[in-house]
């Protein structure tokens, strides 16, 4: 990275170092006010709408010129019902229950000390991420339930978006006790912006990158400090021998057409042998309707075009294909002889995101929901529901793939860490 840019890096650290004097009010503000800011700030949005989509629709129109693909600019998007649903995100948010404070474990020692242990804030967050806008106003939310300040970085497509949002959001903080330097915006688009942030060890205490596979291996290969790696979902459906077909049909429509851009959309069908020829002919032919464009094994592409599928709409998968997250209308397909081959070959693509084995056999469900390695497994279900709102956890900061210290959709509980409360009546160690 190149540091001469002394502006930017001045930029950068001045917005962390107000976040980290703001997160030491934080820690100590209670749930009441808490809530009172959760409450301003949704109404804020709601009150400065129009700023909003006027700045959103800016963003959309670059992006269009740029030709940004489709799901791409799905992903930008904003509207009435968008911000609506953010501000309802806060609303739900503000009723949860405030997971600060509560105590996870109590003991009384021989020396009669009194061990608790407790929630509390990690800090300051580094949230890192691309495209969707909505990711300003979960992030917020979350953060300040918690009691941690947060650093935004947005992508340089939605730098109007994130900027009007932030603008809203701080107007309301401005209404309660919460202070306006819980959120901080980095409004710099220099890819060497994430460096400085990423480094500022000792300021930031957890990063979390939210976006692409290119975003999310900058991040972790560059930090100094903790990172949760979140989002990249190559995720399968395997449809078994023994599954319900018309159960099988409405589970891969869903998953893959409901909304193609996100990171739990399915991107490959896995299809047992056993109900190949019966069943891919009709499962390819509602997803044509969709316009879903079908990349398969010889044996896929031979079934689409014996059903009349248009040459434009299917081709031959690549090795490439299996392990891309398409983030699009393209569905990768191909048959295997056993639910082993089908674990093998997620085990091997996978990027350990949501995962979803269609079967009415309980015991080869039980087989995959077990050796499967992912944040979420199904079973009889859509991938589409990997997300904090469905999960009951209000809005989510994100989805991660890893396994320390969070895992899968990213709620109130995981943005605390916890310390130990020891209480005494003057006792020294022997």
């Known amino acids: 990275m190149n540091m001469s840019d002394t502006g930017l890096q001045k930029h950068v650290l001045d917005r962390v170092c107000l976040a980290?004097?703001?997160?030491?009010?934080?820690?100590?503000?209670?749930?009441?006010?808490?809530?009172?800011?959760?409450?301003?700030?949704?109404?804020?949005?709601?009150?400065?709408?129009?700023?909003?989509?006027?700045?959103?629709?800016?963003?959309?129109?670059?992006?269009?010129?740029?030709?940004?693909?489709?799901?791409?600019?799905?992903?930008l998007l904003l509207d009435t019902q968008r911000v609506e649903a953010m501000m309802k995100g806060l609303y739900q948010i503000m009723e949860l229950p405030d997971p600060i404070g509560e105590t996870l474990e109590t003991a009384v020692l021989q020396n009669e000390l009194r061990v608790e242990k407790r929630r509390v804030?990690?800090?300051?967050?580094?949230?890192?991420?691309?495209?969707?806008?909505?990711?300003?106003?979960?992030?917020?939310?979350?953060?300040?339930?918690?009691?941690?300040?947060?650093?935004?970085?947005?992508?340089?497509?939605?730098?109007?978006?994130?900027?009007?949002?932030?603008d809203a959001l701080q107007l309301g903080l401005r209404k309660s006790r919460v202070p306006v330097d819980s959120i901080q915006f980095v409004n710099r688009v220099d890819r060497e912006a994430v460096d400085i942030l990423i480094q500022a060890r000792g300021l930031v205490d957890l990063a979390i990158p939210r976006g692409?596979?290119?975003?999310?291996?900058?991040?972790?290969?560059?930090?100094?400090?903790?990172?949760?790696?979140?989002?990249?979902?190559?995720?399968?459906?395997?449809?078994?021998?023994?599954?319900?077909?018309?159960?099988?049909?409405?589970?891969?429509?869903?998953?893959?057409?409901?909304?193609?851009?996100?990171?739990?959309?399915?991107?490959?069908?896995?299809?047992?042998?056993?109900?190949?020829?019966?069943?891919?002919?009709?499962?390819?032919?509602?997803?044509?309707?969709?316009?879903?464009?079908?990349r398969g094994c010889p044996q896929t592409e031979a079934l689409a075009r014996q059903s009349g599928a248009p040459n434009r709409l299917v081709r031959a998968a690549s090795e490439e294909d299996w392990a891309t997250e398409f983030l699009a209308p393209i569905l990768a397909i191909k048959v295997v002889k056993s639910a082993d081959e089908a674990i093998r070959h997620i085990t091997h693509y996978g990027t350990q995101h949501s995962e979803a084995i269609v079967t009415e056999n309980v015991a080869v469900a039980e087989d995959f929901l077990s050796r499967v390695d992912a944040a979420v497994v199904y079973h009889n279900a859509s991938t589409r529901f990997t997300d904090g709102f469905e999960f009951g956890f209000g809005a989510e900061i994100g989805i991660s793939t890893q396994k320390l210290h969070a895992r899968g959709p990213m709620g109130l509980r995981e943005l605390t860490s916890y310390q130990y409360v020891v209480r005494g009546n003057g006792q020294v160690r022997q």
């Open 212 to 294: 692409g596979a290119g975003l999310i291996g900058r991040v972790i290969q560059g930090a100094c400090v903790p990172v949760i790696e979140t989002g990249v979902g190559n995720c399968h459906i395997y449809v078994d021998a023994d599954a319900d077909l018309a159960k099988a049909l409405s589970i891969i429509l869903n998953a893959k057409t409901q909304r193609p851009s996100v990171c739990n959309a399915a991107e490959t069908l896995l299809v047992h042998e056993a109900v190949a020829d019966e069943w891919l002919p009709v499962a390819i032919s509602n997803l044509l309707q969709h316009d879903v464009e079908i």
């Open 20 to 75: 980290k004097e703001a997160s030491r009010f934080l820690a100590g503000i209670s749930t009441q006010d808490k809530n009172e800011a959760l409450q301003r700030m949704a109404q804020a949005l709601w009150d400065n709408r129009q700023q909003i989509l006027d700045a959103n629709r800016v963003d959309i129109e670059d992006a269009e010129k740029s030709g940004d693909p489709a799901s791409r600019i799905d992903r």
């Open 121 to 166: 804030p990690l800090g300051v967050i580094a949230m890192i991420y691309e495209s969707r806008p909505n990711v300003t106003v979960d992030a917020v939310g979350l953060t300040l339930k918690t009691g941690n300040a947060v650093v935004l970085r947005g992508g340089k497509e939605s730098l109007r978006s994130n900027q009007a949002l932030v």
